[in-house]
């Protein structure tokens, strides 16, 4: 009873706290940021009380009647990999509220903006331990509407307002998508309650409208976690604080989509629909978001793109659908969290103390800002996927799946050379992340002094990068046991065997990821001086944006054709991303 308490705790914690912070004085900086930090501390503890139950492998449930006779119930149920993504949720968004305390200046509203925070928390943890499928689409169309809300919190500002509606666009469509998919799910499995969901999964896979579901089950998780062609909302939303986009965008939103795709890979997996969608469109969107990564200027755009790219990453494992998939992908769900958390933070760091984030401007940052300049190396080669890091580890696993995964289609054996191809990029675009910000010469001309930050802005971003060392050094005796326990809960009785060592000699792995470190060396070398003085995209299809399509069709929708004269001028408030289609 004690346990399932914690767990209505758990959700409904963040959202007292939301409104307590809602009602604080604007200037109550500190006040508001305590209670934040410690909503999260709280969030911690709860789970550090349950880990001994989900380590053990037992499933926490607490069931809590709603509309019963509709089958719709808060059901809240927390297995292992519940536990590990509400540990992100509240791991980094304590992180966050630490750092964002000294991010936001003094004009911010920090009780609006740490409110935000924390009612998106909650409905981050009301999705992840809904124990019903409609229940989770309730929160998840929460998160769709407090993130559009954080995305667009400087309001002021035309950018922050285009990139929110456009998030909330997309995300909100796919949540109907997802929605119409859930109760197709639900009427072929004979209930919503997500246990018998998971134990009906032959009867899904073998049902005539298995293939109408699939397709609107993953149109949710795709447009909530970027994936082609959905992708372009992602870099739209970086006109937010940097908190939000390291809190969204590393831990948390874009998570949500590729938690579904591992939650519902037992379920809707293992058939050649599956593997052509979900694994297609995971290596598609892993290739173009590194190649698009090293072209783009700003540094949070090419954050922005090398999420994308990531998520495309784990979406492919998911796609893969064997075990030792499903263990890589939650293990970089893990490790990606970590390292662009940090990176995003890192970014934030240099535009708040030089004035701007534009790649073309900032250089030779590292005389003045050498610890900033330390923490964002390291970090950057953790998504690169050097050795010792902890992002090395989990993309050796998606090489050995990448070689392994052999069907006899053109697709299943190119896949190998597309990992290869687009951990090239990877590397490519975090040297030239860390080369042009930190390295050659003195900057002129920035808009501030750069010098170090606070202290404890700069805290979140050590204590992360030192997770990074520590994962990569000693992996087994530090998240071994995590990421076993959310594997279990996925795969049950078809666990297999796994090692976090460092070495395993030399393998068809380890090859091509020394390939792909030296091609990314000499990509960059070689396209360096090119890259600053082109266009922020690839060359011939630099033009070619997602968000001018978005726009120009929501112009279609929304004006009348033809107009009459006197309504021939574009209308008072037109957002001028709209660009030319004003």
Same mark, same amino acid.
């Given at each position: 009873?004690?346990?399932?308490?914690?767990?209505?705790?758990?959700?409904?914690?963040?959202?007292?706290?939301?409104?307590?912070?809602?009602?604080?004085?604007?200037?109550?900086?500190?006040?508001?940021?305590?209670?934040?930090?410690?909503?999260?501390?709280?969030?911690?503890?709860?789970?550090?009380?349950?880990?001994?139950?989900?380590?053990?492998?037992?499933?926490?449930?607490?069931?809590?009647?709603?509309?019963?006779?509709?089958?719709?119930?808060?059901?809240?149920?927390?297995?292992?990999?519940?536990?590990?993504?509400?540990?992100?949720?509240?791991?980094?968004?304590?992180?966050?509220?630490?750092?964002?305390?000294?991010?936001?200046?003094?004009?911010?509203?920090?009780?609006?903006?740490?409110?935000?925070?924390?009612?998106?928390?909650?409905?981050?943890?009301?999705?992840?331990?809904?124990?019903?499928?409609?229940?989770?689409?309730?929160?998840?169309?929460?998160?769709?509407?407090?993130?559009?809300?954080?995305?667009?919190?400087?309001?002021?500002?035309?950018?922050?307002?285009?990139?929110?509606?456009?998030?909330?666009?997309?995300?909100?469509?796919?949540?109907?998508?997802?929605?119409?998919?859930?109760?197709?799910?639900?009427?072929?499995?004979?209930?919503?309650?997500?246990?018998?969901?998971?134990?009906?999964?032959?009867?899904?896979?073998?049902?005539?409208?298995?293939?109408?579901?699939?397709?609107?089950?993953?149109?949710?998780?795709?447009?909530?976690?970027?994936?082609?062609?959905?992708?372009?909302?992602?870099?739209?939303?970086?006109?937010?604080?940097?908190?939000?986009?390291?809190?969204?965008?590393?831990?948390?939103?874009?998570?949500?989509?590729?938690?579904?795709?591992?939650?519902?890979?037992?379920?809707?997996?293992?058939?050649?629909?599956?593997?052509?969608?979900?694994?297609?469109?995971?290596?598609?969107?892993?290739?173009?978001?590194?190649?698009?990564?090293?072209?783009?200027?700003?540094?949070?755009?090419?954050?922005?793109?090398?999420?994308?790219?990531?998520?495309?990453?784990?979406?492919?494992?998911?796609?893969?659908?064997?075990?030792?998939?499903?263990?890589?992908?939650?293990?970089?769900?893990?490790?990606?969290?970590?390292?662009?958390?940090?990176?995003?933070?890192?970014?934030?760091?240099?535009?708040?103390?030089?004035?701007?984030?534009?790649?073309?401007?900032?250089?030779?940052?590292?005389?003045?800002?050498?610890?900033?300049?330390?923490?964002?190396?390291?970090?950057?080669?953790?998504?690169?996927?050097?050795?010792?890091?902890?992002?090395?580890?989990?993309?050796?696993?998606?090489?050995?799946?990448?070689?392994?995964?052999?069907?006899?289609?053109?697709?299943?054996?190119?896949?190998?050379? %597309? &990992? /290869?191809? +687009?951990?090239?990029?990877?590397? =490519?675009?975090?040297?030239?992340? !860390?080369?042009?910000?930190?390295? @050659? *010469?003195?900057?002129?001309?920035?808009?501030?002094?750069?010098?170090?930050?606070?202290?404890?802005?700069?805290?979140?971003?050590?204590?992360?990068?030192?997770?990074?060392?520590?994962?990569?050094?000693?992996?087994?005796?530090?998240?071994?046991?995590?990421?076993?326990?959310?594997?279990?809960?996925?795969?049950?009785?078809?666990?297999?065997?796994?090692?976090?060592?460092?070495?395993?000699?030399?393998?068809?792995?380890?090859?091509?990821?020394? %390939? &792909? /470190?030296? +091609?990314?060396?000499?990509?960059? =070398?070689?396209?360096?001086?090119? !890259?600053?003085?082109?266009?922020? @995209? *690839?060359?011939?299809?630099?033009?070619?944006?997602?968000?001018?399509?978005?726009?120009?069709?929501?112009?279609?929708?929304?004006?009348?054709?033809?107009?009459?004269?006197?309504?021939?001028?574009?209308?008072?408030?037109?957002?001028?991303?709209?660009?030319?289609?004003?």
């Amino acid at each position: 009873m004690v346990q399932q308490s914690l767990l209505l705790l758990l959700l409904f914690l963040p959202f007292v706290a939301s409104i307590f912070a809602a009602t604080m004085q604007a200037k109550a900086k500190n006040a508001v940021a305590w209670l934040s930090g410690g909503t999260m501390v709280a969030g911690l503890a709860i789970l550090a009380a349950l880990w001994p139950m989900i380590s053990a492998g037992q499933v926490v449930r607490d069931y809590n009647a709603w509309l019963p006779r509709q089958g719709i119930n808060l059901t809240l149920r927390m297995d292992g990999l519940a536990w590990i993504f509400a540990l992100m949720v509240l791991g980094i968004g304590l992180m966050v509220v630490i750092y964002a305390r000294y991010y936001l200046s003094s004009r911010d509203s920090a009780p609006r903006f740490f409110a935000l925070l924390l009612a998106f928390a909650g409905s981050m943890n009301g999705m992840i331990l809904s124990g019903n499928i409609i229940v989770l689409i309730v929160f998840w169309e929460m998160t769709s509407l407090f993130s559009f809300l954080l995305i667009g919190f400087w309001h002021h500002t035309p950018n922050a307002r285009d990139g929110a509606r456009m998030a909330l666009v997309i995300t909100g469509t796919g949540g109907l998508c997802l929605l119409a998919g859930m109760l197709l799910i639900g009427h072929m499995a004979g209930s919503y309650d997500l246990d018998r969901v998971l134990a009906a999964a032959d009867v899904i896979r073998e049902h005539p409208l298995y293939l109408p579901a699939l397709i609107l089950f993953l149109l949710g998780a795709f447009t909530k976690s970027a994936q082609f062609p959905f992708h372009f909302w992602l870099p739209n939303a970086m006109a937010a604080p940097t908190p939000v986009s390291a809190y969204l965008h590393s831990a948390t939103m874009v998570k949500m989509g590729v938690f579904l795709l591992v939650r519902f890979s037992p379920v809707l997996g293992g058939t050649p629909e599956w593997f052509n969608i979900v694994g297609g469109v995971g290596m598609i969107t892993l290739t173009i978001g590194a190649v698009i990564a090293l072209f783009r200027h700003d540094l949070k755009g090419l954050l922005a793109y090398s999420t994308i790219s990531h998520l495309g990453l784990i979406t492919a494992l998911c796609g893969i659908g064997s075990p030792e998939a499903i263990v890589a992908a939650i293990f970089h769900i893990m490790n990606h969290a970590v390292f662009k958390a940090s990176l995003f933070m890192a970014a934030g760091i240099v535009d708040h103390e030089t004035g701007t984030r534009d790649m073309r401007r900032l250089s030779g940052l590292a005389r003045y800002m050498p610890m900033t300049a330390t923490l964002a190396t390291v970090a950057a080669a953790a998504m690169a996927g050097v050795p010792l890091l902890n992002g090395f580890l989990s993309k050796e696993m998606f090489f050995a799946e990448a070689y392994a995964w052999h069907g006899g289609s053109p697709f299943d054996d190119s896949m190998p050379y %597309i &990992a /290869v191809l +687009a951990s090239t990029f990877s590397v =490519a675009y975090s040297l030239r992340l !860390i080369h042009t910000v930190f390295f @050659g *010469p003195a900057p002129v001309d920035l808009p501030k002094a750069p010098h170090e930050p606070v202290h404890w802005m700069r805290r979140p971003v050590e204590l992360l990068v030192l997770l990074c060392l520590v994962v990569g050094i000693v992996p087994a005796q530090t998240v071994g046991p995590w990421l076993d326990a959310a594997a279990r809960s996925v795969l049950g009785g078809a666990m297999p065997y796994y090692s976090l060592a460092l070495w395993h000699g030399i393998n068809a792995p380890l090859i091509m990821s020394c %390939i &792909a /470190v030296a +091609a990314g060396v000499l990509v960059y =070398a070689a396209t360096a001086s090119r !890259i600053a003085a082109g266009p922020e @995209g *690839p060359p011939l299809i630099h033009r070619i944006r997602g968000a001018r399509m978005f726009d120009w069709g929501l112009v279609k929708l929304t004006w009348k054709w033809p107009r009459s004269a006197a309504a021939s001028s574009a209308p008072t408030g037109c957002n001028r991303s709209f660009g030319s289609w004003c």
